[in-house]
T-cell receptor, first 116, second 113 residues
Framework: DAGVTQSPTHLIKTRGQQVTLRCSPKSGHDTVSWYQQALGQGPQFIFQ???????QRGNFPDRFSGHQFPNYSSELNVNALLLGDSALYLCASSLRRTGSSSYEQYFGPGTRLTVT | AQKVTQAQTEISVVEKEDVTLDCVYE???????LFWYKQPPSGELVFLIR??????QNEISGRYSWNFQKSTSSFNFTITASQVVDSAVYFC??????????FGKGTMLLVSP
């Protein structure tokens, strides 16, 4: 049973550039959430995708955008990178099936983004 | 708004000591779920436990135990007879169903031999 996978593992970008991070959910899951974890902090929610639509969004600027594909995988795009965007980006998958009593989110290993 | 407070930034213990990690939460929802995650140096968040707001039974899993008290809005985590492999950052988190997870800032646990 494949868990949540993310790519790439590490990434170094320059200020002003754009970056795309990818996530494949755990087998059987249909919902993907993205979190940003700055050094020494807890993860902060960016947005959540279900049925290829953004369902919820945290307090992040429009420079952060995403997409979910029919196979449930997802991308996180960040435009006009700032130094402050340097962080570990975590993807979490879950099952949003009606009636499901499980709200567990399974996390991937993360992508560490460094902006110089 | 939801909030999770982990007041202990860092805890250092010697192997075999018992240690308790504190978690206090705030929410207006009557139905909610509390979680504990472990984050080793590799970075991946490892799920440890989920508890819903209607189940205040304490739970024990091996050396791990959790104490949920709605009266004090706390969900504390105890590791008995700690081991070096327990060294990690531990996060408490809260969600009200399909909504997002709100995390605390984490507690770094250092277990020395």
């Amino acid at each position: 049973d494949a868990g949540v996978t993310q790519s790439p593992t590490h990434l170094i970008k320059t200020r002003g550039q754009q970056v795309t991070l990818r996530c494949s959910p755990k087998s059987g899951h249909d919902t993907v959430s993205w979190y940003q974890q700055a050094l020494g902090q807890g993860p902060q929610f960016i947005f959540q995708y279900y049925e290829e639509e953004e369902r919820q969004r945290g307090n992040f600027p429009d420079r952060f955008s995403g997409h979910q594909f029919p196979n449930y995988s997802s991308e996180l795009n960040v435009n006009a990178l700032l130094l402050g965007d340097s962080a570990l980006y975590l993807c979490a998958s879950s099952l949003r099936r009606t009636g499901s009593s499980s709200y567990e989110q399974y996390f991937g290993p993360g992508t560490r983004l460094t902006v110089t | 708004a939801q909030k999770v407070t982990q007041a202990q930034t860092e805890i250092s213990v010697v192997e075999k000591e018992d240690v308790t990690l504190d978690c206090v939460y705030e929410t207006r929802d009557t139905t909610y779920y509390l979680f504990w995650y472990k984050q080793p140096p590799s970075g991946e968040l490892v799920f440890l436990i989920r508890r819903n707001s209607f189940d205040e039974q304490n739970e024990i899993s091996g050396r791990y135990s959790w104490n949920f008290q709605k009266s004090t809005s706390s969900f504390n985590f105890t590791i008995t007879a700690s081991q070096v492999v327990d060294s990690a950052v531990y996060f408490c988190a809260l969600t009200a169903g399909y909504s997002t997870l709100t995390f605390g800032k984490g507690t770094m646990l250092l277990v020395s031999p």
